[in-house]
């Protein structure tokens, strides 16, 4: 079992920047960020897997995921944030194969930390 907890989240003006913690307690080969808005389904922002680093295309020269393996911790650096941003964002560990954009190939996630981003 893997526990993972997101903080960091909070509410910024459109253009600000904000950096999301996950700690976890234990080191793990994968970890990602996901989010999820009111209504939709949950979206792969990035993730370290395999030695790599993968992004989806709406956060890419935006985000940036970073891992300190000394203190099992993943970060997420947002900056330039939108109002489409705003959503729950999630920690997950573990991937099963490599389809990382995809929410069900993770075994453990966080409890979620709100991001609102305002015009």
């Known amino acids: 079992q893997v526990q993972l907890v997101e903080s960091g989240g909070g509410s910024v003006q459109t253009g600000g920047s904000l950096r999301l913690s996950c700690a976890a307690s234990?080191?793990?080969?994968?970890i990602g960020w996901f989010r999820q808005a009111p209504g939709k389904e949950r979206e792969g922002i990035a993730a370290i897997y395999r030695g790599e680093t993968r992004y989806a295309d709406s956060v890419t020269g935006r985000f940036s995921i970073s891992r300190d393996n000394a203190k099992n911790t993943l970060y997420l650096q947002m900056n330039s944030l939108k109002p489409e941003d705003t959503a729950m964002y999630y920690c997950a560990a573990v991937l099963y194969g490599n389809s990382w954009s995809h929410p069900e190939r993770w075994t453990y996630w966080g409890q979620g930390t709100q991001v609102t981003v305002s015009s």
């Open positions: 234990a080191y793990v080969f994968s």
